[in-house]
């Protein structure tokens, strides 16, 4: 212990002197710190302090599966075709509430109008006065798609049946379950496709009365039939158990699965932002005028106009359906070498694959610490800076918007993040996860190079004894934020990814440890510091 302690002091006193010197030699560097040296002046001591090594890792492949998919922020729909993997396909279903329970509607109910309403997400291009423009967030694709929307049978449970202090779980592959338990059919659109413009509703008059942003809208057709459906379903329940509370409607009304149909040439896929979506039923009715609503001194009857309102609260599940290129499954069920490694890494996410690498390379001597590691501890080393490049394979991959701008690396064991997540306070964490570095920084359609993750705290962690050098996970995200779990439904090693990894549509191609282009191997490359004695 006293030996730890006095090395962490040494660290830090070392430290304090290379920023000393750093502010006395007034210095200009760059970010990258293989070109310390460059740009000091008066630092020759200095730069012989700090050095450079490059470690192996050994990085191998997993296949996944179906994934958890009932904790998602956000649902996808459609298909998306990836150049390198396959298509993609996604479905969902969504429980159903009452904004208010227990309504009373009225006598002499005329239902006038059925509205669906789900936004999607967009950004705000331009303002001009009261007019918008928008552009639409998680569009890919160009053509049509075929929605269908059912009334859903099957109850989804907020706890596990079989043991009801732990929540219930969903995979994406339980859409058969829900196709054995449909209701009726409520909307189908044979060439719906996601519009970036305002959506506008008018008054009797033809005047805009509110504007909102870019969704999908529509008015159900009110025929005999689903004029009929609609009464039965919600405004007949009136003082029926089924609508006393969330959990009797929820029972009661199970829900709404939203179904891709059919698909244009390629179609395309979007995010539904389903939490802000609802379903008004616009009624007219009549009330006694209790309170004088028309100023009447007589006790009369008047007729009102109001909304019932369902919400898309409770318990929501994606579907991933994957037709793989046949090829590139055999090719990543074959790179699963966790002694040796492999040549290329295979990330894509939801029920794709992802990567699991180890740091510092083989254990030997076998005493339960990777050689370099036990070596590199006895140096008594000050780590300045550690980091892992990626490098795309760029000839396995196609160029352009399909390769995903982020990847996470993350502690697989304890299903965590890096100490180097939590202390990167840069505009989307992009120290420690760096973007996509592509040939052409500002054309998004150029080649992608590398991804570069820096990991200095979690080496200087390991090697004070504060983290054990654990097996870290690296996969593409969807959102580096979503750092929670989903769970795999049949774990082979992995049993659990991160969230943005199991709603993310995309996939890439990188060099492994063993790659046949040796200077795009994956190796840890750290810059460090010797201490003084």
């Not at 928008?134 to 907020?158: A, P, Q, R, V």
């Not at 529509?218 to 009136?238: G, H, K, V």
Request: net charge negative; charged share 25%; aromatic share 10%.
């Amino acid at each position: 212990m006293k030996k730890k302690m006095m090395s962490k002091m040494k660290r830090v006193a070392l430290n304090v002197s290379i920023i000393a010197g750093l502010l006395l030699s007034l210095v200009a560097c760059d970010n990258e710190l293989n070109t310390i040296g460059s740009d000091i002046l008066g630092a020759d001591q200095l730069n012989d302090r700090i050095k450079k090594q490059e470690f192996d890792v050994v990085a191998f492949n997993e296949l996944l599966g179906p994934v958890q998919t009932n904790n998602f922020g956000s649902f996808p729909f459609g298909v998306y075709d990836d150049p390198v993997y396959g298509r993609t396909s996604y479905d969902f279903v969504s429980q159903v509430n009452l904004a208010f329970t227990n309504p009373d509607f009225g006598d002499n109910i005329v239902l006038d109008s059925v509205v669906l309403q789900i936004p999607y997400y967009s950004t705000i291009e331009t303002v001009v006065g009261e007019v918008s423009t928008y552009s639409i967030d998680s569009l890919y694709g160009t053509m049509d798609n075929g929605l269908e929307i059912y009334e859903n049978n099957y109850f989804l449970n907020s706890f596990d049946v079989d043991d009801v202090s732990n929540p219930a779980v969903y995979y994406s592959d339980f859409k058969s379950t829900i196709e054995s338990n449909l209701g009726d059919l409520i909307y189908s659109n044979d060439n719906f496709f996601p519009e970036a413009k305002e959506s506008i509703e008018l008054g009797e008059d033809g005047t805009v009365t509110s504007r909102s942003s870019p969704r999908l809208r529509e008015r159900i057709d009110l025929t005999p039939a689903t004029s009929a459906y609609w009464r039965s379903l919600i405004i007949d329940q009136e003082g029926q158990p089924a609508l006393q509370s969330a959990s009797d409607f929820q029972n009661y009304f199970r829900g709404l699965y939203f179904k891709l149909s059919g698909f244009t040439g390629n179609g395309h896929m979007v995010h539904f932002n389903i939490n802000d979506a609802d379903i008004k039923l616009y009624i007219r009715s009549e009330f006694d005028d209790d309170s004088d609503i028309d100023n009447d001194p007589t006790t009369t009857t008047i007729e009102i106009e109001s909304v019932v309102q369902l919400t898309f609260d409770g318990n929501k599940v994606g579907f991933i359906n994957n037709d793989f290129n046949p090829s590139i499954v055999s090719s990543i069920q074959a790179a699963n070498d966790n002694l040796n490694g492999e040549e290329r890494l295979y990330l894509k996410g939801g029920e794709g694959s992802l990567a699991l690498i180890d740091l510092f390379g083989p254990d030997l001597d076998m005493n339960g610490e990777a050689d370099a590691l036990t070596q590199i501890i006895a140096n008594d080393w000050i780590i300045n800076d550690a980091s892992l490049t990626f490098y795309v394979d760029q000839m396995a991959v196609e160029a352009g918007i399909t390769e995903p701008e982020r990847i996470i690396l993350y502690n697989y064991d304890d299903k965590t993040i890096l100490v180097d997540y939590v202390l990167d306070n840069s505009a989307l964490r992009s120290n420690h996860l760096g973007v996509l570095e592509r040939v052409d920084e500002d054309d998004d359609t150029s080649q992608g190079v590398q991804y570069k993750i820096r990991l200095t705290e979690h080496i200087n962690g390991i090697l004070d004894g504060d983290i054990e050098n654990v097996r870290l996970g690296l996969a593409v995200t969807q959102n580096i934020s979503s750092i929670s779990g989903s769970k795999v439904k049949n774990p082979n090693i992995v049993d659990e990814i991160l969230n943005g990894s199991a709603i993310s549509h995309e996939g890439t191609i990188l060099h492994g440890n063993l790659s046949s282009d040796v200077d795009k191997r994956l190796k840890l490359e750290v810059y460090y510091s010797e201490t003084i004695n």
